[in-house]
């Protein structure tokens, strides 16, 4: 068994968790908030088959997608830094963990 940790773009996460439960894949969702892209985000927590991991990955994939999003630089203490000019940063739909599970208990 395995246990997928995926950090979704707030902006794909209703189409992944659709997409999944359609499948008949179960997800705890958690929203979550990143450090460089401040934006929101959520994670999904899915428990599942060794054997169902692959067929999760290629829904996912095809539920979200990747992009280029500009930012406002990296705050910096140094005078004249080039940190604080704007950079396009390639911005992921989903990335994912994949953890093996010892035991998966439900009570």
């Given amino acids: 068994m395995k246990l997928v940790i995926s950090i979704i773009s707030n902006t794909d996460s209703e189409k992944v968790i659709s ?13 979550t908030q990143g450090q460089f892209l401040v934006d929101g985000h959520t994670t999904l927590l899915v428990a599942c088959e060794d054997e169902k991991v692959n067929t999760l990955i290629e829904i996912m994939k095809k539920s979200a997608t990747k992009r280029v999003v500009a930012t406002s630089g990296v705050t910096s203490t140094l005078d004249g830094s080039l940190l604080k000019k704007a950079v396009d940063v390639e911005k992921y739909g989903i990335v994912a963990f994949v953890i093996n599970i010892e035991e998966f208990i439900k009570f």
């Fill in 19 to 31: 997409a999944i439960a359609l499948a008949g894949f179960s997800s705890t969702k958690i929203s």
